[in-house]
């Protein structure tokens, strides 16, 4: 019943069958947590305005864009590629190392 299932169908279905709807709940519960989540993030704003004016400014359009997740997904790119560069420097230099070490002998 929690997910769903009417009950006439629930006493045709075996366990199995019923995954669909089992899977279908989840995404509803997680779809409606996020939906919280974001109206949370409506109120903050619209508190933080109103107590704080110009300092603090609601937004002009939605959180969340197609936009917003390009650029968090640049920056992210960049970031992976800034640790990449680091760990093989060290990498490099810990070879160069244990090369001279081995070359001395």
Request: net charge positive.
């Amino acid at each position: 019943m929690t997910y769903g299932v009417p009950y006439v169908l629930f006493w045709h279905l075996n366990p199995a069958k019923l995954k669909p709807f089992k899977l279908a709940y989840e995404h509803q519960l997680e779809r409606d947590n996020r939906n919280a989540w974001n109206q949370g993030l409506y109120i903050k704003a619209a508190v933080c305005s109103a107590l704080l004016g110009k300092k603090a400014k609601y937004p002009d359009k939605p959180f969340g864009t197609a936009e917003e997740a390009k650029e968090v997904t640049k920056e992210s790119a960049e970031i992976a590629a800034k640790k990449f560069d680091a760990w093989t420097k060290i990498y490099n230099e810990r070879f160069k190392k244990n090369d001279a070490e081995l070359s001395s002998e």
